[in-house]
C-alpha cells in the first residue's frame, strides 16, 4: 500500500518501557552515536543505553531483490531497532488503528518497534542491508502472522 512519506518523521525522545506497547507513540526514529572522522565514520549501540533492551539477537536482511517485500507480522513481545546499514528501504508499521511509513537511509538512525506492532519492509534499494538488533531469540511463537488476527488481538472489540 502507498502512504506519504511523513516529512517529519516521529522521533523518540525517551524510550518506551517494555510494558508500552501496540501503539504506534511508542514506535519512533532514534539518533545513534557518530564519531566522524576523515578515515570514515563510526557508530556504537550499546544495550540498554542507545536501544532499551538487552541485545538477545543480531539478524540482518541483504541481497533483497528490486520489489520485494519482507516483514508483514507483529510480535507478542518482541523489541527491535532496525537499521539501514547501507542503502535506504521503507519500513511500515501499523498498530491496528493507524499506520505510518518511515524511510531508512542513514547508518546512524535506527527505528525502535515497541512490541504488538504489525510491519512490513518494502522499497529496498539495490545493495541495501537491513540491520536489526532484537530483543530475543528466534521464537516463532511471539509472530501474529495474520493481520486480522493480529488486529483482534492488539484492539479486542467488545464482546468478542
Ligand atoms: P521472518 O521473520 O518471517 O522474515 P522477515 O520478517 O524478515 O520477512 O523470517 C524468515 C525465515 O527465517 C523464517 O522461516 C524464520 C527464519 N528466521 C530464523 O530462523 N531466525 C531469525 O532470527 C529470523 C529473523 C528468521
Same mark, same amino acid.
Given at each position: ?10 522521533? $523518540?525522545?525517551?524510550? #518506551?518501557?517494555?510494558?508500552?506497547? /501496540?501503539?504506534?507513540? =511508542?514506535?519512533?526514529?532514534?539518533? +545513534? ?9 563510526l557508530t556504537f549501540v550499546e544495550a540498554e543505553r ?10 540482518? $536482511?541483504?541481497?533483497? #531483490?528490486?520489489?520485494?517485500?519482507? /516483514?508483514?507480522?507483529? =510480535?507478542?513481545?518482541?523489541?527491535? +531497532? ?27 538512525t535506527g527505528l525502535y518497534v515497541c512490541p504488538m ?44
Open positions: 500500500m502507498l502512504l506519504p512519506l511523513p516529512t517529519d518523521p516521529p522521533r $523518540l525522545t525517551t524510550f #518506551p518501557r517494555a510494558d508500552q506497547q /501496540g501503539a504506534l507513540a =511508542h514506535c519512533g526514529v532514534v539518533e +545513534l552515536p557518530r564519531i566522524e572522522d576523515r578515515r570514515g565514520n542507545h536501544v532499551p533492551f538487552d541485545i538477545r539477537r543480531v539478524y540482518y $536482511l541483504y541481497d533483497v #531483490p528490486g520489489g520485494a517485500e519482507r /516483514g508483514g507480522h507483529g =510480535h507478542h513481545r518482541l523489541r527491535q +531497532l532496525i537499521i539501514a546499514m547501507s542503502g535506504s528501504f521503507d519500513v511500515v508499521l501499523d498498530d491496528g488503528s493507524n499506520r505510518v511509513r518511515y524511510h531508512l537511509n542513514r547508518s546512524y506492532i504489525w510491519r512490513e519492509l518494502d522499497n529496498f534499494s539495490s545493495g541495501s542491508v537491513c540491520l536489526v538488533l532484537a530483543s530475543e531469540p528466534y521464537d516463532e511463537a511471539d509472530y501474529l502472522r495474520d493481520f486480522d488476527e493480529f488486529r483482534a488481538a492488539v484492539r479486542p472489540q467488545p464482546g468478542t
